[in-house]
């Protein structure tokens, strides 16, 4: 029967999300369980984008990215596909009725990583829109459950929420999107130049941006709003060891939290949910 493939589509999508990120996948696995496996939906597809631009050198990563765009609204279109993620992905775009521009500006902003980019502002937070606003607005189509009202008054919020995510990635991943993969997202920078200054001006910039994101999470249905929580929590705190990184270090060393510390933390910040504090 077709409920083994479509359940079988969804497994794959959360064994990639667990395979990939711990950190996300605890957030999500907080979630209330009639949004979790869409929430790994939309992140299984995410994530397969990610892989062709970030980790598939010697391939014809152009290509395949294409045929992922073809693949991606043609499946949208039947409602099925034979690959098991885009399966997935597909049922949780047309159940929630995700609009497609944005996964068209989500693709655009994984094209973007194949080619040689001189970031300046604009560039910057267009290549910030696709590659992390709009993730966050496909998560809020599910966690408003088919309300528009809700979902145009959180909409910003979440897209600040994911800018300041990305952004954080953008700090702690400097060593290897520079020295790796030859990448500089933010704009105007000369990383050869990087320094104190420079390193506090963008977490300044992250914080207006969690500022605003945090007002939005405290707004979320109840279906969402601890799991969304825990992933606010982890990465201020991922920006919090950032800070107290200096500059040089965070040019050479991917920051990380360790998972025994990521366990502790969630716990606590289950601990002031429960008690109503957030």
């Not at 299984?44 to 984008?49: N, Q, T």
């Not at 693949?71 to 099925?80: A, H, P």
């Amino acid at each position: 029967m077709k409920k083994t493939y479509d359940d079988l589509a969804f497994k794959v999508a959360k064994q990639t999300t667990r395979d990939y990120s711990t950190s996300f996948s605890l957030g999500i696995g907080l979630l209330d369980k009639t949004i979790q496996k869409q929430i790994y939906g939309i992140y299984g597809f995410v994530r397969l984008a990610d892989e062709i631009v970030d980790s598939f050198q010697g391939y014809s990563q152009s290509a395949m990215l294409e045929q992922l765009r073809i693949d991606t609204f043609k499946c949208i279109e039947d409602g099925i596909s034979t690959n098991p993620i885009l399966h997935a992905f597909q049922s949780v775009v047309n159940k929630n009725k995700i609009p497609l521009p944005l996964i068209e500006q989500f693709l655009h902003s994984m094209k973007m990583d194949l080619e040689p980019q001189e970031y300046n502002k604009e560039k910057y937070e267009e290549y910030i829109l696709g590659s992390a606003e709009v993730v966050g607005l496909m998560c809020l189509k599910v966690f408003v459950l088919g309300s528009d009202e809700n979902y145009e008054m959180l909409k910003p919020y979440a897209m600040k929420l994911g800018s300041a995510f990305q952004k954080i990635n953008f700090l702690r991943d400097l060593k290897d999107d520079y020295q790796l993969l030859g990448r500089t997202y933010f704009p105007n920078i000369d990383l050869t130049c990087f320094n104190a200054e420079i390193k506090f001006e963008i977490e300044k910039d992250i914080e207006k941006d969690f500022q605003i994101g945090f007002e939005g999470i405290k707004k979320l249905p109840n279906n969402a709003r601890f799991g969304v929580y825990i992933a606010y929590i982890y990465y201020t705190r991922l920006l919090k060891k950032i800070k107290n990184t200096d500059s040089k270090t965070i040019l050479n060393t991917r920051v990380r939290i360790p998972n025994s510390q990521k366990y502790s933390l969630f716990l606590r910040s289950y601990i002031r949910h429960s008690l109503n504090l957030i």
